[in-house]
């Protein structure tokens, strides 16, 4: 045998032997995590330790989808570079990052350095998005948001000069239909010059879906946004003006365990995937795929991100969070509810019932962090309570809540009304900070969504005949809390959601309230209101979606954020 031969099957057969090795080796550590998995560490009866949490969970970092639309920039990139001088003689792209159909890409140069003005023709003045881009060159990339569905779009762009010098060209850009699964808005109140439209009228009402299609609605409650990446619950603008979502892994996936770092055209940032393979409450030794993140995700100053999570518990939900570290896609900071609340808060839980035989028994559903103070304000529905912890330490601060059902060792930590009908608030939603006084001991202001469905506490006759956006004065020196505005009693029945629902300040003194589940999930309304006259000026009806497609929360946010447009910057890094 020669020695070419020889070490050709040599090198063959140490293939063979390192992927068998491999595969073995990956099959080992298969085993080991899902006995990890099944016998799980407790600190203390129904408690998990902190590192089991963080084994449960195990977030990782995923490049797939950001290499793929990285790739689309880079071919952007070129086409750029390719086009010859001229408006006329521009490159349009419709949908450029393939899961946002309602953008465009303009590729475009000029002779001499202009600054663009872009012009997203609408039916009316008040549906007219107008934008201006910073900086003067003669590349431009220009970002398109806002086209309607189904139509040829009218796109304008203005070129001026640095010495005013001003040039207009008019692009068609043809998008397709929406899908049918987003289902009919109907319109039934509008006074654009009274709602908060923003600068140029760049907010949309964006209906956040429960599991399935987002969209944005313009002031007319026409579609102008929408993604075709299924969303559940979380739809967040961060600080660097990107959008943080939470959607699948792959579309065949049936749970939603990817939290994506995105935008409005759909180029993706960052992704991290979550485990989500978790003990079954029938069969311990048994596993199955959950959903690890649930209803909130915010981010914190340091720029992590604090999420409110399952964390693999074979007997509770949804009364965990965790900080994920930005960069690494590392836990490092596990907050448990049980740790916090009193024990019989989730060992004597019975208000609600899950078809897994999980116990639900805080169904935390909000967050929002007080810099000012370090301090995390809460809002847990089946508990009926709103409660201040102090970040670092975890200790209580106060607690909104009836005392229904409230050890005597917590009473301390409730909030006294100064209302003389005090109504508390019942399976509430989407607590936010508003105001805060000057002294950080002093007086906070927030705004929620009173479902008025108490599950644990506080029950009133009032209960479920109405829902309300209600804003609440508190005093954290005095331990008071004080009700200075609520919308929502005199629609009645027709809008009390037994479920979902929010409440968010949109400026004009307006407040945008969303009736995810009203008639019972068959309907879902947006509701912009004057807080000072009670005004009603923006109203929006939502049917015939699929069951399970509600709209969890309504939020105003603008389609360009921060510095505006997709700009060439963008494009290139």
């Known amino acids: ?66 290499t793929a639309t990285n790739q689309l920039t880079k071919t952007y990139q070129h086409d750029l570079q390719q086009v010859k001088v001229g408006p006329a003689q521009a490159k349009v792209v419709v949908n450029p990052y393939k899961t946002s159909p309602l953008s465009g890409l303009i590729l475009v140069k000029t002779a001499q350095p202009t600054r663009v003005r872009l012009v997203v023709h609408g039916n009316r003045p008040a549906t007219t998005i107008k934008q201006t881009l910073p900086g003067y060159r003669t590349q431009h990339s220009v970002g398109v948001l806002g086209l309607y569905a189904g139509r040829a779009n009218r796109v304008t762009l203005r070129f001026t000069t640095k010495d005013g010098q001003v040039t207009r060209h008019t692009y068609r850009m043809t998008t397709t239909k929406a899908p049918k699964g987003i289902g009919t808005n109907t319109l039934k109140t509008s006074h654009p010059k009274q709602m908060a439209l923003g600068q140029g009228h760049t907010k949309l009402t964006f209906a956040v879906s429960s599991q399935g299609y987002t969209y944005g609605l313009d002031a007319r409650g026409k579609i102008r946004w929408y993604s075709t990446q299924k969303i559940s619950h979380v739809f967040k603008e961060l600080q660097n003006h990107h959008l943080l979502i939470l959607t699948k892994i792959s579309d065949s996936e049936h749970k939603y365990n990817a939290l994506r770092e995105t935008d409005f055209y759909g180029r993706v940032y960052r992704q991290y995937n979550m485990n989500g393979l978790f003990p079954t409450r029938q069969d311990p030794n048994k596993l199955s795929t959950n959903t690890v993140i649930h209803h909130d995700a915010i981010e914190l100053p340091n720029h992590n991100l604090l999420l409110t999570v399952d964390d693999g518990s074979k007997k509770f939900v949804e009364d965990t969070m965790i900080e994920l570290n930005y960069k690494t896609g590392k836990i490092v900071k596990v907050i448990d509810l049980k740790r916090i609340l009193p024990k019989s808060a989730y060992t004597q839980y019975d208000g609600t019932h899950r078809p897994d035989g999980k116990i639900d028994w805080f169904h935390q559903n909000s967050m929002v962090y007080d810099q000012k103070r370090d301090e995390l304000i809460v809002s847990g529905r089946n508990q009926d309570m709103i409660f201040a912890i102090n970040y670092k330490t975890t200790k209580l601060k106060w607690i909104l809540a009836a005392p229904e059902k409230l050890p005597k060792s917590y009473q301390k930590y409730l909030l006294q009304p100064t209302n003389k009908h005090f109504r508390y608030n019942g399976g509430q939603h989407a607590v936010q900070l508003i105001h805060q006084s000057q002294h950080p001991g002093d007086k906070i202001e927030l705004e929620f969504y009173d479902n008025n469905v108490p599950v644990t506490r506080g029950k009133t006759a009032q209960s479920k005949q109405w829902s309300a956006g209600e804003i609440v004065t508190i005093n954290q020196l005095k331990k008071t809390v004080t009700k200075t505005w609520e919308f929502g009693q005199r629609l009645g029945k027709r809008n009390f959601t037994n479920i979902v629902g929010s409440s968010y300040a949109v400026g004009k003194g307006n407040t945008l309230i969303g009736f995810g589940y009203a008639d019972w999930g068959k309907r879902s309304e947006f509701v912009e209101v004057n807080r000072k006259t009670k005004q009603i000026v923006f109203d929006v009806d939502r049917t015939h979606f699929a069951h399970g497609d509600w709209s969890y929360r309504a939020q105003r946010m603008s389609l360009y954020p921060g510095t505006g447009s997709l700009t060439l910057k963008q494009i290139t890094n």
Not at 38 to 65: E, F
Request: glycine share 6%; aromatic share 8%.
């Open 1 to 66: 045998m020669n020695k070419k031969k020889f070490w050709g099957i040599t090198a063959g057969v140490l293939v063979v032997l390192l992927i068998a090795g491999g595969a073995t080796a990956y099959h080992e550590r298969h085993l080991i995590r899902r006995y990890l998995l099944v016998h799980q560490h407790y600190d203390k009866p129904d408690i998990l330790s902190t590192n089991q949490i963080k084994l449960n969970i195990r977030p990782a970092l995923s490049t797939k989808n950001t």
